[in-house]
């Protein structure tokens, strides 16, 4: 029979929107962990285990006798975006916005974790891992890595510490009506990848261009260039994006500037794209800068990889969601996002699968993420906290 978590729907709804008044940044969330923390305490959890990967935190809720155990993961930070929603609990931090949804994953797994608790209907361990810095943005973790919280957990132990057989994720998604469910098999998310390109030419007088190297032709060029990629060397059933999105060059308006500089994203669903498209980037940023007599550098750092669900955990996996919401309230997605998602990290260590959870397809809950009129919809974290409970159940059977 499905669990039905509207019961605490009030509760979620105050824990929520105190952690989106309160946002902080990746591997900074020290005041949210410590929110966290306290509301563990209250639910009665048995082991709480912090400062793992910064930030993170791992409470485990036990029942039976059997070793078994399966992990669930909910993102806790923020974004550096300055909040434009009128709500009376928007953000009340400068320049910083859960843009994302992350306080509702957090709100949906403390849900799941205080029913857990009280009922305990399975047999084994459920690991509640509470993860910083899903938004890496380069921050610098606590090993130094910039590649976000995934990375720096796995680095400080978190299968080695807490064994589990499958782990699971959820992310909401504007765009889809509010409370169903979706996912697919194989490809759901695009590896994340990021680039800057250096162009080194001759710099002079503007009214004198033919004494000069101009860098920011070259990267005029480079831009127009790169759209070739996608374009002609990228198999259409192979989705493959490259995006230039940050050009600076020059210091006046008459002055042909020595360096031009610009970064940007890549985005491919396949390891074999990943790599073809970093060679083939590589290979016309020195060649286009070559043929204008300039030199250029190509600095390329693989972010998280594609996240695939497996097809067979996948297919249990929807069956217990459709269990939750109903077979009318499950879509199936024909194509992948070509966003990122670090969750993509743990199923390079163990199997998991990821769904999504409709925030709106109308009216506030449908504005996209990472928009500063981003709203997420407290009316979901029920469906979200049962879906949790309904898989502990499922995966860990007395």
Same mark, same amino acid.
């Given at each position: 029979?499905p669990?039905?978590?509207?019961?605490?729907?009030? @509760?979620m709804?105050?824990?929520?929107? /105190?952690?989106?008044?309160?946002?902080?940044?990746?591997? /900074?969330?020290?005041?949210?962990?410590?929110?966290?923390?306290?509301?563990?305490?209250?639910? %009665?959890?048995?082991?709480?285990?912090?400062g793992?990967?910064?930030?993170?935190?791992?409470?485990? $809720?036990?029942?039976? *006798?059997?070793?078994?155990?399966?992990?669930?993961?909910? @993102?806790?930070?923020?974004?550096?975006?300055?909040?434009?929603?009128?709500?009376?609990? #928007?953000?009340?931090?400068?320049?910083?916005?859960?843009?994302? %949804?992350h306080d509702?994953?957090?709100? =949906?797994?403390?849900?799941?974790?205080?029913?857990?608790?009280?009922?305990?209907?399975?047999?084994?361990? $459920?690991?509640?891992?509470?993860?910083?810095?899903e938004?890496?943005l380069?921050?610098?973790?606590?090993?130094?890595?910039?590649?976000? %919280?995934?990375s720096? =957990?796995?680095?400080?132990?978190?299968?080695? !510490?807490?064994?589990?057989?499958?782990?699971?994720g959820?992310h909401?998604?504007?765009?889809?009506?509010?409370?169903?469910?979706?996912?697919? +098999?194989? +490809?759901?998310?695009? +590896?994340?990848?990021?680039?800057?390109?250096?162009?080194?030419?001759?710099?002079?007088?503007?009214?004198?261009?033919h004494?000069?190297?101009?860098?920011?032709?070259?990267?005029?060029?480079?831009?127009?260039a790169? *759209?070739s990629?996608?374009? #002609?060397?990228?198999?259409p =059933?192979?989705?493959? $994006?490259?995006?230039?999105?940050?050009?600076?060059?020059?210091?006046a308006?008459?002055?042909?500037a020595d360096?031009?500089?610009m970064?940007?994203? $890549?985005?491919t669903?396949?390891? *074999?794209?990943?790599?073809?498209?970093?060679? !083939? &980037? !590589?290979?016309?940023?020195?060649?286009?800068?070559?043929?204008?007599?300039?030199?250029?550098?190509?600095?390329?750092e693989?972010?998280?990889?594609?996240l695939?669900?497996?097809?067979? &955990?996948?297919a249990?996996?929807?069956?217990?969601?459709? %269990?939750?919401?109903? +077979?009318?309230?499950?879509?199936d &997605?024909?194509?992948?996002? =070509?966003?990122?998602?670090?969750?993509?990290?743990?199923?390079?260590?163990?199997?998991?699968?990821?769904?999504?959870?409709?925030?709106?397809?109308?009216?506030?809950?449908?504005?996209?993420? /990472?928009?500063? /009129?981003?709203?997420?919809?407290?009316?979901?974290?029920?469906?979200?906290?049962?879906?949790?409970?309904?898989?502990?159940?499922a995966?860990?059977?007395?």
């Amino acid at each position: 029979m499905p669990v039905d978590l509207t019961s605490l729907e009030a @509760d979620m709804t105050v824990w929520r929107r /105190h952690i989106h008044q309160h946002p902080e940044l990746g591997f /900074h969330e020290q005041g949210t962990a410590r929110y966290i923390l306290d509301l563990l305490a209250e639910f %009665g959890i048995d082991e709480v285990h912090t400062g793992i990967g910064g930030t993170g935190i791992v409470a485990t $809720v036990r029942a039976g *006798q059997s070793r078994r155990a399966i992990g669930i993961r909910a @993102d806790i930070d923020a974004l550096p975006m300055t909040e434009l929603t009128q709500s009376d609990h #928007r953000s009340c931090t400068p320049g910083v916005m859960h843009a994302c %949804g992350h306080d509702g994953h957090t709100t =949906m797994l403390l849900g799941a974790a205080k029913h857990l608790a009280a009922t305990r209907n399975f047999d084994g361990a $459920v690991h509640l891992i509470f993860q910083p810095a899903e938004e890496s943005l380069g921050y610098q973790g606590p090993g130094g890595d910039p590649d976000g %919280g995934a990375s720096a =957990m796995i680095r400080d132990g978190l299968f080695e !510490r807490f064994p589990m057989e499958a782990i699971f994720g959820i992310h909401n998604r504007p765009g889809i009506a509010a409370g169903k469910l979706a996912g697919r +098999a194989g +490809a759901l998310y695009a +590896a994340a990848d990021r680039f800057e390109i250096v162009v080194s030419g001759k710099g002079g007088h503007a009214a004198r261009p033919h004494l000069t190297v101009d860098p920011v032709l070259v990267a005029a060029q480079i831009i127009v260039a790169v *759209q070739s990629i996608a374009a #002609r060397n990228a198999d259409p =059933m192979d989705s493959v $994006v490259v995006s230039i999105c940050k050009v600076e060059a020059g210091t006046a308006f008459n002055i042909i500037a020595d360096e031009a500089r610009m970064g940007g994203t $890549v985005r491919t669903l396949s390891r *074999q794209s990943q790599d073809a498209v970093e060679q !083939r &980037l !590589r290979d016309i940023v020195t060649g286009v800068a070559a043929s204008f007599g300039a030199s250029a550098e190509l600095h390329y750092e693989r972010g998280y990889p594609a996240l695939h669900n497996p097809a067979d &955990l996948y297919a249990k996996v929807r069956e217990i969601a459709i %269990g939750v919401v109903g +077979a009318d309230r499950f879509v199936d &997605l024909d194509v992948p996002g =070509m966003g990122g998602e670090d969750f993509a990290r743990y199923l390079d260590v163990v199997p998991g699968c990821f769904l999504l959870l409709g925030n709106g397809d109308e009216g506030p809950g449908s504005v996209m993420l /990472h928009n500063s /009129h981003y709203a997420y919809d407290d009316s979901i974290s029920p469906t979200g906290a049962a879906l949790w409970v309904a898989l502990a159940e499922a995966f860990l059977p007395k």
